[in-house]
């Protein structure tokens, strides 16, 4: 009996990790403009408006690990990025828009309510690196 729990326990686990690898990403829904236009934290991400240069802003989040681009450029004004954790995969979507001469960034997580602060610890490194150059 025991060993049936935890074997349907681990199953369980094992489909679950699998799902979150897996589930489609799909841009009408994450390739969006951010809700607001100025700095929020959320339990489940964080925006910053920012004056900084979004070609610069793009090398950085790029050079991420596990980081791939959902939809957009630079050059259309709007670029949506997928940002996966190491050990489960886990997808946190950080979408980044022109607004005039402010830059919005927007990081938030998919599953889950809240992301430990995981989002804005991502946003802050970025916006240091640019300063760092």
Known sequence: MVWGLALVLVVGVLAFAGWVRVAPSDPARWHVTPPVAKDT???GGVIRVVAADFAALD?????EPRCTVLA??????????VLRTAL???PDYATVEQQGDM???WSRLRF????MGVNKARVSRWLAELVRG
């Open 59 to 63: 090398r950085v989040i790029r050079s």
């Open 72 to 81: 957009g450029s630079v050059g259309e004004g709007r670029v949506t990025y």
């Open 112 to 115: 889950g309510k809240s992301d």
């Open 103 to 105: 830059l919005v960034i």
């Open 88 to 90: 489960w995969g886990f």
């Open 41 to 43: 934290d959320r339990p």
